[in-house]
């Protein structure tokens, strides 16, 4: 219903344009003239794009695979029967933990263990006072559940040092990778190099249909394409989301640092309100998350009139948070947000807010 | 590569057509008007596809998932946690155990009773003689690995009995049920009503680009969408693949009878040569097994000539068989068949046989 709402408005302050499948569909077919049909996992168009993104990141083989939660599984299945050992460490928000209704447990026997406070980012103070044997340590970039947060350079490389020196195997939960680019200001390869293994993510920030990718070495890509198979995901043809993926790759991977700004300007501009408070200001990526305090149905009703008077998208409703009368709206600068423009952020602020 | 050499021919003796993905997705788009985006699972159109087909094979419930490899993994899962016994009874030649690297293992630690040999059909003498407890009968049909094969609609109606009476849970691997139709001249909701759970597929005989359902009562489906998620296949949108499926179902179902009668023709020119051996003559279903006894090297290289100096494609290769100098080509009728026409198929056997 959400979307719905949404694909009523010729405006939004967050995300892209949200087309309609035939549109999308239409549109995908049209750019992909001259794409062969993959047939489980094999095919020239198919396999180019693994082979361009794993160059592109410093990483000896890529696989395509329809979803993160499958490609992350997988990854720490690999390292636990490679080991021994079923334990990986991960901030307490990570999505394979939260949002993943533990497969991690149920199909793979693994076992979770917390790092670091669930409201802030990991540092390696939090890192160093692990006592549990594990086998990964899984750091995802940005945090998306705390605003899209990021360590700077110097922390992160002490916490890949230390975890380097204790011999665990170090992956990346890069389903916003694309958004650490212009805070970080190096290739994303130099990034990607301080992991073993890295997943990304086409569709969330990059706006593809669906999918994802697993890099790494050529042997444990080799290995995580028969666990694909085995957990359903090698399927028959993957072109409908490799060929969207690789157009979003095409069209939006350069657009981050604009992205970065417009969500700074726009961040900047809610703190104006008294009752807003963004978090980590000024964002580090181009998501960020701005605590409100108010009335949550009053909130959802002025967004509602935002959409029906202006044509501008805000939000459906907001997320509760820890502390009563306070809520988050997740805002993730886009395509929209680029060409929404300052009266209209304006405009749409003191109507949210005033 | 078969792909290609496949696409660079005008006819083809067995199969649908073969577009390339950007004909495909401009097709699934332009007849997708009016369709909305599913996310994570809900949409008007993709539940709608859902409720349709559930309604059409008389079950409760239905979920789209990426792969039939998930669907049946995730049901035999389901009745083991709920039956607390992990093992299964299936045809030694099933998909489950043949062709998904023992991800029923791996991911499940499901346990897998073979039964009945593995060149013939399931008989209720085979059923009969089943000693392990086991918590779930699957059966499928047609029996692809050899020959796509049928049982009687009595024989069928015995194992089913018996299944009952020892309560085990009845799945049916449908991912050919659409080419059982003819043969058994019953509604299809007849058929799968002998099951307490169904899985169908959309693309193998549909030729949609990929999908399957999984079908049953709506806690075990709820329940299934819970182990969707947990292996990676509640993805944040499946229309490419629901689009094609129910065009595919909106436009091939109703073919079916035809595929089968083209499939006989074929099987019958066939036979006019004596090194070609027909599995299951006529065939009950539109897959068949043409056994064929030669040199491999030659067949290739006449089938070549076949595609280069009239345009009709046969195969790339043979299969080998456990009969030395004996190969298998699997003969699947549809689209490309009924429009190859009598003096085409006439042409090819005799290129391919004399």
Known sequence: LSDLARADCR????????LPPAETLRRVGERAADADR???????????FEHRVAEFLGKEAAVFMPSGTMAQQILLRIVADGTGNRAFAAHPT???VLHEQNGFAALHQMHFVPVGPADAPLTLAHVEVLRDPIATLLLELPQREIGATLPTWN??????????????HLHLDG?????????????????????DTVYVSFYKG??????????????????????????????????????SAEQAFDDRLDRMASYLDAAQRVAAALRRYPQVEVRSAPPPTNTFHAMIRGDRDALRQRAQKLALDHGIWAFKDLAPTVTPGVFKWEIYAG???LALGEKRLTLALSTLFT
Chains 1, 2 share one sequence.
Request: net charge positive; with cysteine; aromatic share 14%.
């Open 94 to 96: 990570t999505h394979v």
């Open 335 to 337: 395509d929209a947000t």
């Open 38 to 48: 993959d047939v489980y996992g094999t095919g020239a168009t198919l396999n180019r």
């Open 206 to 243: 990059l706006g593809g249909i669906a999918g994802a990718m697993l890099l790494g070495s050529r042997a444990l890509i080799d290995e995580a394409k028969i666990w694909q198979r085995r957990q359903g995901g090698n399927l028959v043809s993957l072109y409908p989301y490799a060929l």
């Open 11 to 18: 405006y939004a302050i967050s995300g892209h344009y949200q």
């Open 155 to 168: 922390e992160l490389a002490a916490i890949v040092a230390y975890a380097k020196e204790h011999g665990w």
């Open 175 to 195: 389903a916003r990778l694309w958004e650490c680019g212009p805070y970080y200001a190096r290739p994303y390869a130099e990034i990607a190099r301080l992991f």
